[in-house]
């Protein structure tokens, strides 16, 4: 079977070297970058199953490249690492395109759960126009942006989190323990009330009856 590829941006080589060594023992093969310009170039040559890429790096960043891949329509998976732990910087990673945040320092068997239950979901970025919810709301699923009429809502980043796996899944109902390995990190508690608030919360944005709650199995999200 053919090894899924990884392009892993670090300008730490010690850090680099562990991780690409780490990641090869597990089967995959890892493509190593030091910098943005390098890695936007290893992009336009290669393909690859999965983007780890590093916040602080020199220009562009972790940040700046991924945003400006989405833009030009690559829809490889991506998780960004940084050591930033501002709600506002996990904000813009998310809106970068990025599909899961680890921060620093990581254990290297949680860098591993995360790239393979990424994997496992096996969705992309596609480029597209909104995604009609009803006559009046919409999604953007490319930067993973809730319109009403033309403003965009600021949600919690859970909630949007939540909101982004809804619509990449809609019309299926996707079990809770789905929804609590993808909302919460490694190192946290998933909570059963904290997610009934981020449904309730979501539903008085889009819908009372837009997510359905399939009880003991999980949520539905309807679109028009």
Known sequence: MKKAKILFLEDDSNLSETVCEFLEEEGYEVVAAY?????????????????????????????????ESRKNGLETPAILITSLHAIEDVETGYRSGADDYIRKPFALKELLLRIESLRKRNFFHHTKERIVIDENISYDDTNAELYIGDEVVMLHHKEAKLLKLLMQRRGEVVSHEVIQEYLWDYDETPSDTALRTYIKNLRKRIGKDTIVSHKRLGYQLRTA
């Open 35 to 67: 910098d943005g310009a390098s890695a936007q170039e290893v992009l336009y040559e290669q393909r690859f199953d999965l983007l780890l890429l590093d916040v602080n790096v020199p220009a562009p960043n972790g940040f700046e490249l991924l945003k």
